[in-house]
């Protein structure tokens, strides 16, 4: 697969909470911008999927579709984590769509929906997972110095997903991210598990960040000069340029090069316009 880079953690508009990212300007960039390929993950849903992947085959590139969920492990009181998922194939995309289901029906949590941990294991075939990065619960550990809880984790979900568990690494100047690297890569050497680099997209201009923190404001019953509310996004998550990201990652250019990886091992076809009947 030629390119660069590929994003594969990106929400768009129908992630309700913190997408801004309309899907056909979102496929229109990633195409001129060169990418051969583009994921679109939304925030506990699948809303985007048939609009997206038409959209994004019209244009050349080939569609990853994925979700982003919130973790819940029942058997610990930690709070929830960040997972994404991609699909793989068909298989997965029916394992996530049940995973999507449930968290609403079942795992609803203060009006969030929450996949909980014990429901994975019997629908992971198909799917890719990405860390989450300093949100997901590996991440939070290493932040915590907690490198043997780290790992514990990090082999759990190797069993659950095994050579399909990549550690997410950011360079977005939120708080933490380099000790969170740093940590990461080492825990990375000693669990013989792949890096992956992505850019938590939630815009498509670095100029449209103050329009997505007015949306985020909105939702969660702030106003923007409020010294009170938490501050979880940066300018920089917006769809860079693969060069770009590159030039970030040149010291670790196994978690740029994985991006490609990833997307070639990723090829779920809709059967789009027919119809099947009962």
């Known amino acids: 697969m030629n390119g660069a880079f590929v994003h594969l953690n990106v929400h768009t508009e129908y992630s309700l909470v913190d997408g801004l990212v309309r899907v056909e300007d979102l ?73 999507v289901t449930r968290s609403y ?11 909980l941990k014990h429901w994975l294991p019997d629908h992971t075939g198909g799917l890719l997972a990405l860390s989450g990065g300093a949100a997901g ?73 103050e329009a997505h923190e007015a949306r985020v404001c909105i939702q969660q019953g702030y106003t923007l000069n409020d010294p009170r509310r938490p501050r979880q996004y940066s300018q920089l998550q917006y769809l860079r340029h693969g060069d770009d990201m590159a030039a970030v990652f040149r010291d670790l250019p196994e978690a740029v090069a994985n991006t490609l990886a990833i997307a070639a091992r990723c090829n779920l076809a809709f059967d789009l316009g027919t119809y099947h009947l009962p």
């Not at 029906?105 to 996949?115: D, L, Y």
């Open 105 to 115: 029906t079942e795992g609803q949590r203060q009006g969030i929906p929450h996949v």
């Open 137 to 209: 619960d590996v991440g939070q550990a290493l932040l915590a110095g907690n490198e043997a809880g780290a790992l514990r984790l990090l082999e759990a979900w190797q069993t659950l997903f095994p050579d399909r568990y990549y550690l997410e690494l950011q360079r977005t100047h939120r708080p933490h991210e380099e000790n969170y690297i740093t940590a990461a890569v080492r825990l990375a050497q000693n669990g013989q598990v792949p890096v992956v680099a992505t850019n938590d997209v939630r815009f498509l201009a670095a100029d449209d960040f």
């Open 27 to 99: 496929v229109a960039a990633a195409a001129e911008s060169g990418m051969p390929a583009l994921a679109v993950t939304e925030q506990g849903n699948l809303f985007s999927a048939v609009k997206f992947c038409r959209a994004a085959e019209q244009a050349g590139l080939k569609p990853v579709l994925g979700v982003q969920i919130q973790v819940l492990d029942d058997e610990t009181d930690q709070g929830a984590s960040r997972l994404t998922l991609l699909c793989q194939d068909l298989e997965g995309y029916h394992n996530v769509t049940g995973l």
